[in-house]
């Protein structure tokens, strides 16, 4: 049985290529048919070969490290049973908070490591973690990325997730529709900023409270310092970076936490004036590199599936439609994920 897969084969392309005969799994190995893969800013960073990404990678890669499917075959001593549903887990961190077990080298879909943009994939026990029972393939294939980025800045970010604590979040994209969700079923307050009504609508269906158009509002912290009365957010999930650490900082409450998981600025570079808040106001800026380990992975899905919480999908593309859906994650004009159908 041959395997179909995309392949980078020059900077900004992608080939549908067969890449040879799928593999039978060995011992505690698993034949996985890949059925849903989410797009992540990362893998269009490594496919643009942009320097953005700290990591060069080898030729041909396979990108992307997004997948959920169901396994098929399993090999000797295998923990996993065919028909089994499950979500991949993409890097070398298993256990625990302490990402010093992350090795950004060894992340699928980067390096030298081929990524989940195939049909077939012949993987280790410990590379999977099981799909939340109320998700598709499509919903379960966001888990990782986006979902585990949101969970691991609210439940190990330094602030107690509960009722009471205010959670401040940027846009609608799929990071920040996780962290609404997640933060809203914890009983958090959340202020969710947006673009447009459009999407803040959107946010409010997910369970945010609060809601500020930063494109009407130009000085939007200080609306998010006016609904919660003057408080600020006890923590922030900072997708945005450099362009907006600013303001964020200022409605960040005395004590509180910025956890910066992204660099969409449009100069992530851009020189910003952040000592005074951080020093004056005991905040902490904290950087979060990698989505989590997979004990957060399957600490998330178990919460998912209590919550029966569904992540939006802003569009589903077929395999073959590769390339147009990483256009589509490049627009990012709805809300939620961009995944392909294998």
């Known amino acids: 049985m041959s395997n179909q897969a995309w392949q980078i084969t020059a900077p ?57 499917g169901i396994v098929v075959d399993s090999g000797p001593s295998s923990r996993w049973n065919k028909g089994d549903h499950v979500v991949m887990h993409p890097n070398t961190w298993i256990h625990g908070a302490d990402g010093r077990d992350f090795e950004l080298d060894k992340v699928l879909g980067g390096a030298d490591n081929d990524g989940t943009l195939r049909r077939w994939m012949t993987v280790s ?10 998700l ?43 962290a609404i969700m997640i933060a809203a079923a914890a009983g958090a307050t959340v202020v969710a900023t947006s673009s447009s009504d459009e999407k803040l609508q959107v946010a409010r269906k997910l369970g945010a409270t609060h809601l500020v158009n930063y494109r009407t509002t130009p000085d939007w912290a200080a609306k998010v310092l006016e609904v919660t009365g003057g408080h600020g957010a006890d923590l922030v999930v900072d997708v945005v970076g450099a362009q907006s650490i600013e303001q964020t900082l200022k409605c960040t409450a005395f004590a509180g936490v910025v956890c910066v998981v992204g660099m969409l600025s449009e100069d992530p570079a851009m020189p910003v004036n952040v000592m005074a808040e951080l020093l004056f106001g005991g905040k902490t800026l904290r950087g979060q590199l990698g989505a989590g380990s997979r004990q957060m992975a399957e600490e998330l899905s178990a ?31 709805a809300p939620g994920k961009i995944v392909l159908r294998c």
């Open 12 to 68: 900004g392309t992608m080939t549908l290529s067969n890449i040879g005969t799928v593999q039978k799994p060995g011992a505690k190995e698993v034949l996985v048919r890949v059925h849903a893969v989410s797009l992540n800013y990362r893998d269009k960073l490594v496919i643009d070969h942009n320097p953005a990404y700290p990591v060069k990678h080898k030729a041909n890669l396979v990108p992307t490290c997004d997948g959920a």
């Open 125 to 134: 026990d410990d590379s999977l973690h099981r799909a939340p029972e109320n």
């Open 136 to 178: 598709s393939m499509e919903e379960a294939s966001t888990i990782f990325t986006a979902g585990v980025t949101a969970y691991r800045s609210l439940f190990y970010g330094g602030v107690k997730l509960q009722p009471g604590v205010t959670v401040l979040t940027q846009g609608t994209g799929g990071v920040s529709c996780y």
């Open 303 to 333: 919460f998912m599936a209590h919550h029966d919480l569904h992540p939006p999908v802003a569009e589903v593309f077929d395999f073959e439609k590769a390339p147009e859906a990483l256009g589509a994650l490049t627009k990012l004009s």
